[in-house]
């Protein structure tokens, strides 16, 4: 590769008066206003075609229809929930929904830069880290450019590139991890961002800041590489750094995204931020807007970082019940990866058709999981650490039905 000047630019390739606006336009009073088209083709507005064509993206399943106790292990939420500081401030300014929030979440950037040493200026919040995924794209990459992602990583990385007729590149991985060489390899001329997700979602899997640190070294300066760190939070094992330190001005194609809804249990409220380049933060926010993040929201999420008690416990559940469901998943003979996040990844035994079939008896017991087919893997299944009584029939219900198929199988035989 050879390297090009400068630094990631937001786009600019609109025009003022805005994209595809006919030399009919009439400007009146500084504003644009659109005649009809005589050579309009069809009878109703049309979007863009990747629109139509393109991948969506499919939540995890919440219940079993006709199932009396259920437990969605299918969407990597908290399994101890909120802390009761998130539940007194939710109550608190129930009373105030009537009233806009801070325009720019001004307020949780200084509370998340207090904590982490940060500069405020730099921290950009959002409804959601994938909601700040979708800007970056966005506002770095145009139509026909390209984003490199790991092959097993994150769907939205592909779907919301497809969905601004970007396309995405997906890199091999080595032994379901991230394999810088092959991003590195994947990268050309067009490619505009580099997503890496650590650790990574579905694997659990993660590389070291010296990997990251090499892959920023042997990336072009124009080239965004940005560090999806969702589930850092749930990271107990030696060597892992955050890619925080790397986001700086001396070299600024660096960003780190994080999020609320995993470890600090605010799914449902939407909460996310990245910390960027100071050349970054105007353009970034302008794509966002005012208000993007309700009040409640920014009062709940402020209230998490000060909760520290609680979130030592999501730690300490999180840690224990990984592993003892990984240990009970190898103890019936399944392969799993490595994982650090709140979830687990195992490999079902006879391929996707196998895993399809399995997937579907766990939920006719209640158990809600996912098939990662999305993310490459058709015949691997991911299982969020959940309650104590929900890992627990997880475990027993599994266990009969591998016991099932090698009694058919000796049938069989």
Request: hydrophobic share 45%; glycine share 8%; aromatic share 6%.
């Given at each position: ?96 929904q009537h009233l806009y929030p801070d325009p720019d979440g001004a307020n949780l950037a200084q509370a998340?830069?207090?904590?982490d040493g940060l500069d405020a200026r730099r921290v950009v919040t959002g409804p959601g880290s994938e ?247 058709p015949d691997w299944i991911r299982v969020t650490v959940g309650s104590e009584s929900s890992m627990h ?21």
């Amino acid at each position: 590769m050879n390297a090009a000047p400068g630094r990631p630019q937001a786009r600019s390739d609109r025009s003022p008066q805005g994209e595809g606006v006919p030399a009919s336009a009439v400007r009146n009073a500084g504003l644009t206003v659109m005649t009809a088209d005589a050579t309009a083709s069809t009878s109703m507005p049309e979007p863009r075609p990747y629109l139509l064509t393109g991948p969506t993206y499919t939540p995890g399943k919440a219940a079993a229809i006709g199932v009396k106790q259920s437990f969605k292990l299918s969407s990597n939420e908290s399994a101890v929930g909120a802390s009761p500081g998130v539940i007194a401030a939710i109550t608190a300014g129930s009373n105030e929904q009537h009233l806009y929030p801070d325009p720019d979440g001004a307020n949780l950037a200084q509370a998340i830069a207090h904590r982490d040493g940060l500069d405020a200026r730099r921290v950009v919040t959002g409804p959601g880290s994938e909601a700040i995924i979708n800007w970056l794209i966005q506002g770095w990459a145009s139509e026909g450019d390209e984003i490199v992602y790991c092959a097993h990583g994150f769907q939205a990385y592909r779907i919301r590139a497809m969905s601004h007729g970007i396309v995405p590149v997906a890199a091999p991985e080595k032994g379901l991890r991230t394999d810088v060489q092959a991003l590195l390899a994947a990268v050309t001329p067009k490619t505009r961002i580099v997503f890496v997700a650590n650790p990574n979602n579905p694997t659990g899997t993660w590389i070291s800041l010296k990997e990251l640190t090499e892959l920023r070294r042997v990336l072009r300066p124009d080239v965004l590489l940005v560090v999806d760190e969702a589930y850092c939070e749930y990271v107990n094992v030696p060597g892992y750094e955050s890619a925080m330190g790397m986001v700086n001005d001396a070299s600024p194609n660096v960003v780190v995204t994080r999020t609320f809804s995993k470890f600090y249990g605010l799914a449902g409220l939407r909460v996310g931020w990245a910390f960027v380049p100071s050349a970054m933060a105007a353009p970034l926010s302008q794509l966002r807007g005012p208000f993007a993040v309700s009040r409640v929201a920014l009062a709940a999420a402020i209230a998490a970082l000060k909760d520290e008690a609680h979130q030592a416990i999501a730690m300490a559940h999180n840690a224990r019940w990984r592993d003892w469901l990984q240990t009970q998943l190898r103890g019936m003979g399944l392969e799993t990866t490595e994982s650090v996040g709140n979830f687990v990844l195992f490999n079902a035994p006879g391929g996707a058709d196998a895993a399809l079939r399995l997937h579907g008896r766990l939920a006719q017991e209640g158990l809600m999981c996912r098939i990662a087919d999305q993310n490459g893997l058709p015949d691997w299944i991911r299982v969020t650490v959940g309650s104590e009584s929900s890992m627990h029939a997880f475990a027993q219900v599994l266990q009969g039905l591998i016991a099932e198929v090698g009694t058919a199988k000796e049938a069989a035989a």
